[in-house]
């Protein structure tokens, strides 16, 4: 019989569901929270009500005679190995609180009432210590010091310095002064805080965790346990949201495994509402002072850049961010001479961690909001003066970055075109009266879209299994974080290997199985993991197609994979079905093989050398975003009308995952601009509830209209590029663009909200900057 | 000190009764007596919607609802939808509209819906947008949410 296969549509920029839809809707899938293992134990943590204080005594007689509690432990029972970037941050502190979050004690009972009860009966008393809150005292020498082994409160530094800024002033006709002040906003996963740990007969932790860095995850999280590495299990259940908050080890999870350790019992921690306001990671404030200048005809001349970090009281990854802060300052737009210098400063407040956009999301409010401050200031219209500036295809970033296929140019042209920009632009400036008043602002920005080589390995190892029905299992170090991942790399492995999506297992939450990969972080995964499973695909493809061809006496090239058939590439006729070709595979006796192969992709890119100096991604992509916006002049209302986003992708994979990314960036950024506004007081989180942090609803999103570039490129998997994160970077100084041309107005310190709006319209303190 | 309760309801069409604590909040009753983990805490004050269910044809957050009011009620929840061989027509266009992500509001979200489509088969845009106001979702930006409203309501008029 001589089957005829059809040619298959490529499922590459279909709108693919994803796989694990169904379990969510039916409400089936199992977070966490929802997992109980036999003789299970609940987990709670005691916070100081301190911000800078020494322990004088702390006394958990009470809390540990209480019948039903298995376990009570403080830092006198734990090591004091910190956690974090810097390592100062001991999971139970001992002697000394530095914020209002510190872990001081923690139970672990046989009810959650019963623990709650636990912490009230424990007993402390405190000595406080003077305390500071602001970055720029705590650098001055009369400031109480954090850490002894941080003089000066120091957390981090990070400065880069390209050309001549004196030379850069000389040449400017005009030179802008200004500072920022870019607020605490934090995370805000619906699922809280949680972690379930179980240590086994032989000593082994098993901990089932919502990080989304699982390999490098053990390596930091053992120091502190006193275990090796290799003794630790990440298992990782669905997880509800992560954009970031799960790069990191933090406090509660030690905890756990501490409480687990010595209760012998599994122990799960879960954190309330409140407790995920105050002691999870927040987004990195960041204090900016810029000076930049450009000459009359709008050639950027310099950017002499100093950012104040509040780093908190300890060090996670919040401090780093200036790495990626100094690349859109330096790059991006053509600045020939640039300094950037950046200092993380402990304070005692609670500090921050990495959030989806790293420092980009404040570096692009202050550079997008600059250039149209700077193209007024030469006479320019904000097109022509970004078109003036922008970078080109092949050019290389003061930092080393090479713009291979740069289309920053492309996605201003047309997200003008598109958008009717400066024939909008220059009719709203001219309203100067009515209640409502329209606005429309531009913003760009470039992100990493092939990884990010910021450790000595930006790779991800897949392995790859075909079983005798033709069956497959991938299984990526890659996790799945609700972005989608699962969807992408079915697509994938499907388009290469001519078998239906439904066939394909992924496998990717047990550190167990799973081969090493860096984490879900800087827009890498569908670049990264994406080309694992690609190369694992191919592999399994040659692998096929050399059998079939033995078995058929065609050439392997002349074949292909085509409907879960071995075809002739010419005319589709089927040579042979793949799951009988798989099993004649296994079957043969002393020749007898599996399709079983694996790959570890390391992408062609390179650490960050002196003065951060590296290729440090295989691709980059840049966005212009166009926000439209209306202005209620009475209330300071700002409603986001429209917001139409040009992208380049590279190539779209998904368009369902591609869009769903990018608006739910919008919705963050939409909250970062507008309405997020995490209140930190004299140390204290004062608005720790979704009635007081205002996310993004639905009534707020705005009309969303797209303009993908897809120009293939060239190490991407299919073509593609990253970029969930730019989504969550550029619409917030789009929004601060397009309001200041609705009312004339400047916010330099977000979010724009209608206090802030009405007090700059009609007088009164907090305003904006006329 | 605490007296406890009896409790009788109907709970995804059947009969349960069960003993309750005053202080006890449905969601919790959901959770811990009968296994029912779809409504997830996610604020614990009614903020947030990830606890949401239908009590008598209404959509409330169980977070904040006393297991005592639901005494001579009809509750649903996801679970009672997750029967037969075909999807609901709200879960079937989450899945195929993309409405999903993380899914930790989902099934909050799948109850708002049901409750606002039995209200209104119709609902134009802003119908929709203010109907899911209570219920807050971070990974999507609601687009594909709001799409997924939609298209339910086509298939559920076409029912």
């Given at each position: 019989m001589m089957d005829q296969i059809a040619e298959q549509i490529s499922l590459i920029g279909q709108r693919i569901p994803k796989p694990d839809g169904a379990a969510k809707v039916l409400g089936r899938t199992q977070y966490i929270n929802d997992m109980v293992l036999h003789r299970m134990l609940i987990g709670k943590i005691l916070r100081t009500d301190?911000?800078?204080?020494?322990?004088?005594?702390?006394?958990?007689s009470k809390a540990a005679a209480l019948p039903g509690v298995h376990a009570v432990i403080t830092g006198d029972d734990t090591p004091m190995i910190g956690i974090g970037v810097n390592k100062d941050n001991p999971p139970l502190k001992s002697g000394t609180v530095r914020c209002i979050r510190d872990e001081i004690a923690a139970v672990a009972a046989e009810t959650e009432a019963i623990a709650d009860q636990a912490l009230a009966l424990i007993e402390v008393e405190y000595e406080d210590l003077p305390a500071v809150f602001d970055p720029a005292e705590a650098l001055e020498d009369s400031a109480p010091q954090l850490h002894e082994d941080k003089p000066g409160n120091v957390g981090l530094s990070y400065n880069i310095s390209y050309g001549d800024i004196a030379a850069g002033e000389a040449e400017s006709d005009v030179v802008l002064d200004e500072t920022y002040d870019l607020h605490y906003v934090t995370h805000c996963c619906m699922g809280p805080g949680c972690v379930l740990a179980e240590f086994d007969a032989m000593g082994k932790l098993t901990i089932y965790s919502q990080t989304q860095y699982p390999y490098n995850f053990k390596m930091d999280l053992a120091p502190t346990l006193g275990?090796?590495?290799?003794?630790?299990?990440?298992?990782?259940?669905?997880?509800?949201g992560a954009f970031g908050s799960k790069l990191d080890v933090y406090p509660f999870e030690p905890i756990c495994a501490f409480l687990a350790q010595k209760t012998r019992r599994p122990v799960k921690l879960v954190f309330s509402r409140e407790e995920e306001f105050i002691a999870s990671p927040t987004r990195q404030p960041v204090r900016a002072h810029i000076r930049a200048g450009a000459k009359k005809d709008g050639t950027l001349t310099f950017r002499d850049v100093n950012c104040l970090l509040n780093n908190g009281g300890y060090t996670s990854w919040g401090a780093t961010v200036p790495y990626v802060m100094m690349r859109t300052f330096s790059g991006h737009f053509r600045v020939p001479n640039v300094e950037f210098k950046s200092t993380a400063v402990y304070t005692n407040n609670p500090f921050a961690g990495s959030f989806r956009g790293y420092g980009n999301v404040q570096a692009t409010y202050v550079t997008a909001t600059l250039m149209d401050k700077m193209a007024e200031a030469v006479g320019m219209n904000p097109i022509a003066f970004r078109l003036k500036n922008a970078q080109?295809?092949?050019?290389?970033?003061?930092?080393?970055?090479?713009?291979?296929?740069?289309?920053?140019?492309?996605?201003i042209t047309i997200a003008a075109e598109k958008t009717d920009f400066l024939k909008i632009y220059a009719a709203n400036a001219k309203v100067e009266t009515?209640?409502?008043?329209?606005?429309?602002?531009?913003?760009?920005?470039?992100?990493?879209?092939?990884?990010?080589?910021?450790?000595?390995?930006?790779?991800?190892?897949?392995?790859?299994?075909m079983d005798d029905y033709a069956r497959v299992t991938l299984i990526t170090g890659a996790s799945e974080i609700g972005q989608g991942i699962d969807a992408?790399?079915?697509?994938?492995?499907?388009?290469?290997?001519?078998?239906p999506m439904a066939s394909i297992t992924i496998v990717n939450d047990d550190s167990a199985i799973g081969p090493w990969d860096v984490g879900v972080h800087a827009s890498r995964t569908t670049f990264i993991a994406g080309n694992g499973a690609r190369r694992a695909a191919i592999k399994a493809k040659a692998q096929i197609l050399a059998a079939a061809s033995k078995e058929a006496n065609v050439p392997a090239e002349e074949m292909e994979l085509r409907g879960g058939h071995v075809v002739q590439s010419d005319n589709g006729v089927s040579i042979i079905r793949l799951d009988r070709l798989l099993r004649a595979m296994h079957f043969a006796g002393e020749d007898a093989e599996l399709v079983m192969v694996t790959d570890y992709y390391e992408p062609p890119s390179e650490p960050e050398g002196d003065n951060h100096y590296g290729d440090m991604s295989a691709a980059y992509a840049h966005a212009a975003y166009v926000a439209e916006v209306e202005v209620d002049t009475m209330t300071g209302h700002v409603r986001v009308e429209k917001m139409t986003v040009v992208q380049d992708v590279g190539r779209v994979v998904n368009g369902l995952g591609i869009e769903g990314q990018i608006e739910g960036g919008i919705a963050m950024s939409i909250g970062y601009g507008l309405t997020e506004d995490?209140?930190?007081?004299?140390?204290?989180?004062?608005?720790?509830?979704?009635?007081?942090?205002?996310v993004a609803t639905a009534p707020e999103m705005p009309e969303i209209a797209y303009h993908f570039i897809e120009n293939d490129t060239p190490e991407g998997p299919f073509g593609a590029k990253g970029i969930a994160e730019l989504p969550a970077i550029v619409p917030a100084p789009a929004i601060a663009n397009a309001v200041y041309n609705a009312i004339g107005v400047r916010f330099d310190n977000p979010p724009i909200t209608p206090e802030k709006v009405a007090r700059a319209l009609h007088g009164g303190q907090d305003g904006g900057d006329q | 000190m605490s007296s406890e309760l009896e409790i009788s309801f109907i709970l995804?069409?059947?009969?349960?009764?069960?003993?309750?604590?005053?202080?006890a909040v449905a969601l919790s009753v959901l959770r811990d007596d009968f296994d029912l983990t779809a409504a997830k805490k996610a604020c614990g004050e009614g903020e947030c919607g990830a606890c949401t269910i239908i009590v008598d044809g209404a959509s409330v957050c169980s977070c904040i609802l006393y297991a005592a009011d639901l005494d001579g009620r009809n509750v649903q929840t996801v679970e009672g939808l997750d029967a037969g061989d075909t999807l609901d027509p709200v879960q079937a266009a989450f899945i195929e509209t993309g409405a999903v992500q993380c899914g930790y509001c989902t099934p909050g979200m799948v109850m708002q819906i049901k409750h606002l489509l039995a209200e209104n088969p119709d609902p134009d845009e802003a119908a929709i947008r203010r109907g899911l106001e209570g219920n807050i979702c971070r990974c999507t930006g609601y687009s594909k949410i709001i799409d997924a409203v939609k298209s339910a309501a086509i298939t559920m008029r076409a029912g």
């Open positions: 301190r911000v800078h204080a020494r322990i004088l005594r702390l006394d958990i275990i090796h590495p290799g003794d630790i299990r990440v298992i990782q259940p669905p997880v509800g080109e295809p092949g050019e290389v970033t003061p930092q080393g970055s090479l713009l291979k296929d740069c289309a920053l140019a492309d996605c009515g209640r409502y008043r329209r606005g429309i602002g531009i913003a760009t920005s470039l992100h990493n879209a092939g990884g990010a080589k910021i450790h000595k390995s930006d790779g991800c190892g897949t392995i790859l299994t992408v790399i079915t697509q994938i492995v499907a388009e290469e290997l001519g078998v995490l209140r930190i007081e004299n140390g204290i989180v004062k608005n720790p509830s979704f009635r007081d942090y205002k | 995804n069409g059947q009969a349960r009764s069960l003993i309750v604590a005053p202080s």
